[in-house]
């Protein structure tokens, strides 16, 4: 069998995670209030920053290492920012991940007919959108967005929700 392609590894890091209390990502307590008896659900988004040429990890990604160095073999990895909230239907979560980048989130559905969560997902630069498109990810379970930048390195952004 060949080497797994990077779609393929980007699931097994998110099938093999559970949200912010696992990784230990700061920014896990902060929580919106929501009217009784509308459900909610606790919604992380992160911010990691690959490069090439080196083999430092934050402290804070320790436990997703061996994960993001199969991924990305000879990169130096740096939590960039990580929230999490507690979302009802239609609110969302903003990240803002420095030089420009905010990522956002909408949870537009608790549950597909598959069980999964959707959200309406955007990355933007300086207010522009770079990317845009509707995450569908079971619970406890982590999407991951990977954004070439223009010196090499990588952005990837996780997003989830339990």
Known sequence: MGR?????????????????????????????????GVPALQVTMFGILATPGGNRVDGNLKKIEPQLRKLFPGHSFKLLKSESKRLTLGQGLTVELGDGWVAGADLTSAADPEGNLLFKFALELNGQNEFATIVRTPPNQLFFCDKMLPDGSRLLIGLGGR
């Open 4 to 36: 797994p392609s990077r779609r393929r590894i980007l699931a097994l890091i998110g099938a093999g995670l559970a949200l912010s209390p696992a990784l230990g990502l700061p920014g896990s307590s902060a929580q919106a209030q929501q009217p009784q």
